[in-house]
């Protein structure tokens, strides 16, 4: 029989990595059958069915010849006969015959290391893919490494890399290398590089995050926010509501003297932040979205998805906002299209809309007129006696083009 081998210390050795690396011990051992059966097959024959196994608390390690056994035998080097392989072996049971090189020791230790450290790699980029895949869309903390084709690279705990893409950036703000970061975990990716986190300082979701952690009551659950429209480092509009009738969601987010909601405008270096009430009743969700301008009345088109808003003259700019952020990002917040109009031309601005929608809805109902009269007044039809029916006035056409061809061609002639 062939020289077993012991290796306990190998088998400390693994223990310490998987207790290090945060690496299932079970799998470093699976990474090392796997290099050992390596090794056997490209030193000692590519048998399909070697198997080797591990002892798990010895460290001792073993090559067999792995056979299944049968009544009726075709091809030795794969099966056993019930009478070979003994009792208590069934038809079906596996049946392990060691044949373990009496030098095996010498080439595995050649082979293994190499293979177990790239399972070691494949597992850390697991556990660090698990990890993130597990934080997406939360927060993460960091600081700027390097710049590379402008998109930021962030060294994240345990020396994790992330990439904040210039399109994630936000337009204005600047981070120095080493510069502490906050932010949103947009993505994470396998590559053949490992895996690729990727984060987002423009996200709506980061705004929702971070008012999380500075209102006790939306991470308890008490104020929910409903809604949140952002135009990345300027301004942002959040609609929130109570589950409480004692609680102000409005007064939760912004906090004693407005600290909390100051706090988050901070992280996000200075962008401002609008708390709307959400309201179920959708005129006056409009209204409180359209803040601070105020608004006299909102009539709803629900077949164009458009409300008609109307506001004093001396709100139209404040509503609109400037270069229209603030109509913007109410429409967002709301996902109906606003149309704006000032009190003293509420009649002429309405009349201009109903007529312009008019128009539009013109061409649809005509179209539908159409086919109307064209299945009551479909001109008299030529029944063939395959079912088919021809229009009279297209056999007219064809017999006069019929008629021209055959005019013409006789000039030719």
């Given at each position: 029989m062939a020289e077993t081998v012991s290796d306990e210390k190998l088998i400390d050795v693994l223990r310490f990595i998987a207790k290090e690396r945060n690496i299932p011990f079970e799998m470093l051992v699976e990474a090392l059958e796997a290099a050992l059966l390596t090794a056997y097959k490209r030193h000692f024959g590519a048998e399909a069915n070697a198997v080797v196994a591990v002892d798990r608390k010895t460290g001792e390690y073993k090559v067999f010849h792995r056979r299944i056994v049968s009544e009726d035998v075709q091809d030795p080097k794969l099966e056993v006969s019930i009478k070979e392989a003994g009792e208590p072996y069934q038809p079906g049971d596996f049946f392990d015959k060691e044949v373990t090189p009496r030098d095996f020791g010498r080439i595995a230790a050649q082979t293994a290391k190499q293979v177990i450290v790239q399972r070691i790699r494949e597992a850390e980029r697991d556990t660090v893919y698990d990890k993130y895949a597990s934080k997406m869309n939360d927060l993460v903390i960091g600081s700027v490494q390097r710049y590379e084709q402008r998109n930021m690279y962030v060294v994240l705990e345990n020396k994790d890399e992330a990439i904040l893409p210039l399109s994630e950036q936000v337009p204005g703000e600047m981070f120095r290398i080493n510069d502490f970061i906050r932010a949103y975990v947009l993505d994470v990716r396998k590559s053949p590089k490992?895996?690729?986190?990727?984060?987002?300082?423009?996200?709506?979701?980061?705004?929702?995050?971070?008012?999380?952690?500075?209102?006790?009551?939306?991470?308890d659950g008490i104020v929910e926010i409903m809604a949140i429209?952002?135009?990345?480092?300027?301004?942002s509009k959040v609609a929130v509501r109570s589950l409480r009738e004692e609680v102000d969601p409005i007064g939760a987010c912004l906090g004693p003297k407005s600290s909390r909601i100051a706090n988050v405008s901070d992280n996000l270096r200075g962008e401002k932040i609008d708390v709307i009430r959400w309201d179920d009743d959708l005129p006056t969700f409009i209204m409180n979205a359209l803040a601070p301008a105020k608004v006299l009345s909102v009539e709803l088109f629900e077949d164009d998805g458009v409300a008609f808003v109307l506001v004093p003259d001396y709100q139209l700019s404040l509503a609109i906002g400037r270069d229209g952020q603030n109509v913007r990002l109410a429409a967002r917040l709301t996902g109906w299209r606003l149309d704006i109009a000032p009190e003293t031309e509420a009649d002429l601005a309405r009349e201009r809309y109903l007529q312009e929608r008019a128009e539009r809805l013109?061409?649809?109902?005509?179209v539908a007129d159409d086919e109307?009269?064209?299945?009551?007044?479909?001109?008299?039809?030529?029944?063939?006696?395959?079912?088919?029916?021809?229009d009279a006035d297209l056999i007219r056409k064809l017999e006069e083009f019929r008629r021209e061809r055959l005019g013409g061609d006789e000039s030719d002639g």
């Open positions: 490992g895996p690729q986190v990727v984060l987002s300082r423009a996200a709506e979701g980061l705004v929702q995050r971070l008012l999380e952690l500075e209102v006790p009551e939306i991470a429209a952002r135009d990345p480092g300027s301004r013109a061409p649809a109902v005509a109307t009269i064209e299945e009551e007044e479909m001109p008299a039809a030529q029944a063939a006696d395959d079912g088919v029916t021809i």
